[in-house]
């Protein structure tokens, strides 16, 4: 069956600027999406992986995003969320910003002019890191409790802050030259969400390209394309940050976690989580075992 994840609809009226969002249960939605409005994120419970764009790389308590427009991305919790015996949950609080709603008309007012520059420049996915971040969070947290002009007004209280200099870390390094077609986001939707599922076994490129219905040639081009890496990469890099997870947070030896992330000897997941991480597995157990 296909998934149509792509473009994800906001539920919200056409003329609403922001909306409140809180999303909890026992894993965030596990589907690549985008949606034209810009999406403000705190992380409150839940651990998990984030894929945006090209970036992949861990999500955790307290963390904060900003996924500019038509963005494809997913949070995808740890497998351990998706267990019926756990009780463990996630929770996340999200503020939607829609600048289509403002109209055409507010651009040509003389005080929005380095609100729109600023608007036109956010590309991509970005982590928050602004000095005041606990204002910020406080912020996020309580927004469902505005309303009218206090909503509108806290919304661009809250885009000033993410206006001061050094307060957003890029973590794009390729920016799409254009939208998802309807097709290529059903297609590579349903290409991450197999990847996504079944990653911890030895999956083929030529079954995951039967999974896109093309060639392992075009395959290829297209995934290169709209990742900035080969599948190869890509697959070993999610693996390795699954890996990381359980080097910090479990007791299974470094041969139980090559093989329970995927790799089928353990002498390739040492070479390759050197090349990603610049360290042994073994010395990444240590070392933030001492952090801790």
């Excluded at 090559?258 to 240590?286: C, D, V, W």
Aim: hydrophobic content about 40%; overall charge positive.
């Amino acid at each position: 069956m296909s998934l149509k994840i792509i473009p994800f609809k906001i539920p919200k009226s056409q003329k609403e600027f922001v909306r409140f969002q809180v999303d909890e249960g026992s894993h965030f939605y596990d589907k690549l999406h985008q949606h034209p409005e810009w999406q403000l994120t705190l992380i409150l419970e839940g651990k998990g992986q984030l894929m945006v764009g090209d970036y992949l790389g861990r999500f955790e308590p307290g963390d904060i995003y900003l996924l500019g427009s038509n963005v494809p991305h997913v949070f995808r919790s740890d497998e351990e969320y998706f267990q019926k015996t756990n009780s463990i949950k996630s929770v996340s609080n999200t503020i939607f910003f829609d600048f289509e709603a403002l109209g055409k008309g507010i651009w040509e007012v003389e005080e929005f002019l380095e609100l729109r520059q600023w608007v036109n420049a956010i590309k991509g996915c970005y982590v928050v890191k602004c000095e005041n971040q606990e204002f910020l969070k406080n912020s996020i947290r309580t927004f469902a409790l505005k309303t009218g002009m206090e909503k509108v007004l806290a919304a661009l209280e809250m885009i000033r802050y993410l206006q001061q200099p050094h307060a957003m870390l890029p973590l794009n390094r390729l920016l799409p030259i254009r939208d998802y077609s309807e097709l290529e986001g059903k297609r590579m939707g349903n290409v991450m969400a197999f990847i996504l599922a079944e990653n911890h076994r030895n999956i083929s490129l030529k079954e995951v390209a039967e999974t896109a219905n093309m060639s392992k040639e075009a395959f290829c081009r297209f995934f290169k394309e709209r990742t900035g890496k080969t599948y190869t990469e890509f697959l070993n890099e999610l693996r390795i940050h699954k890996s990381c997870h359980l080097l910090q947070e479990t007791d299974l030896s470094i041969s139980q976690i090559a093989f329970q992330t995927g790799f089928q000897n353990l002498s390739y997941f040492n070479r390759a989580f050197k090349k990603f991480r610049q360290e042994t597995p073994k010395n990444f157990r240590m070392k933030h075992r001492f952090q801790g």
